[in-house]
């Protein structure tokens, strides 16, 4: 079976020609990686533009929907699952607050903490979001077999573990 030539086989023969003394097979999966996120951002970007959402948007908003009735976390729990700091976050909540996708309250536990919860609007908006970018992704790897996407999110998987669990660092000169 002949397989297809990608531009990633065109640079690292090129660079085979040039450099033959090293292994270039690291780019021939890593490259092909980063080339498949460009398609994806803009396939995400394209998801979220038609649902009237930025992409931070989308992060804080799918994270309240994700969690669920009454669709509501603390700020806290906002920042451990978007990534961000503490002002940052801030400034998205009141941005949506703005916008009217998302509203604080007072916790009921906790008179003191508040929380933040999506609006009907908000989840609207999200749930369509989320239909979008489902379709879109589906046609991103619209090539692949089932077996073929399940074991290529295994190995994914396998490669992110790796990273969650020790921080990648240069090897010693």
Known sequence: ???????????????????????????????????????LDRARREAFRRSELEPWEWDVLSALRRAGEPFQLSPKQLLQQTLVSSGTMTNRIDRLVGRRLVHRESDPADGRSILVTLTDDGRTRVDAAITRLVDAEALLLDSLSRTDRDRLAGLLRKLSLGFDVAPVSPPAP
Do not use: N, Y
Not at 10 to 36: K, N, Y
């Open 1 to 39: 079976m002949t397989t297809a030539a990608d531009e990633v086989d065109r640079i690292v023969g090129a660079w085979g020609v040039q450099r033959p003394d090293l292994d270039f097979s690291p780019l021939e999966v890593l490259s092909r990686v980063d080339r498949l996120s460009r398609h």
